[in-house]
């Protein structure tokens, strides 16, 4: 959907100036992009941690993508908890140790491929999982330690998208440098001819126009998309704490599968139909 958003965005700008009888290779002045898009890096840098710009570079790719996760892997996620539970419930903790303890030799995480790919996912499983192997006997502190961790990666998710939202108001004033730097080259130039001139404060104001567009067109809308992002992989999050919760208060997997389906956005949930058809059809552990 971002290429989508963007190819949009790009062609309802050149088609309006086209149509509206502008030059498209007006808009081409290479030197006052420079001028922003390098001050613009050379200030998200500046302005940000390292721990921040590692998040944003290894995070920026999630914008090519609609949403986290889709109605299919809620399904997925259901079963493998389902049959997580079902193990616990009827062997013994040394058995449920060792299918948490290495995902990758473990036969639930390898039937379900989406959770076992998932790393996050995969290892808030374990780590409550490991918990209540332990010993860890008190559902409440249980629910405030998860609930814990999720607020933290909320918190995470809300820096990543101030990051971008700050380098969108950025680019305005970014752009008002370069068109300030354009306007001096073309009062430098005066005594030119007007078609020379003309050119020159044509430059300017593309640097203003630049650092608009960027700002509202591409990098704002991203600081935007990251917090819904980050909110709707929290909630994957939250339906996961639900099912170990429920369990650890002893409640059958049934019933804690069900709670964890009450968590998901109405637009994700699976009718009670559909999951238990696929209950059904992944039911691994008798």
Known sequence: MFQLGIIIVILSLVI?????????????????????????????????????????????????????????????????????LKYSKSNSKMDLENQIEYPEKSFLFKRFKKIFEDKQVTTFISDYMRLIVLGFENPYELQQMMEDELFEK?????????????????????????????????????????????????????????????????????????????????????????????HAKGHPPTISIECARQIIPDHLKPSFVELEKSLKKNLIVR
Do not use: W
């Open 154 to 246: 909320k918190i995470q998710g809300q820096n990543l998208a101030s990051c971008f939202n700050r380098l969108g108001d950025s680019l305005p004033g970014l752009g008002i440098i370069a068109a300030v730097l354009g306007v001096i080259n073309a009062m430098a130039s005066i005594a030119a001819d007007p078609s020379i001139l003309g050119r020159k404060i044509a430059a300017a104001l593309i640097g203003t126009f630049l650092g608009v567009f960027l700002s509202y067109g591409i990098i704002s809308p991203i600081g935007a998309f990251f917090e819904g992002y980050t909110n709707e992989e929290v909630k994957f999050l939250e339906c996961i704490k639900a099912a170990i919760v429920s």
């Open 16 to 84: 309006g100036f086209i149509g509206g009888g502008g030059n498209i290779l007006v808009l081409i002045h290479p030197f006052e992009a420079l001028i922003i898009l390098g001050t613009a890096v050379g200030s998200f840098i500046i302005s940000n941690s390292k721990t921040s710009l590692t998040l944003a570079f290894t995070n920026i790719h999630k914008v090519t993508k609609r949403e986290p996760y889709s109605k299919e892997d809620y399904v997925e996620l259901l079963s493998f908890l389902f049959n997580l």
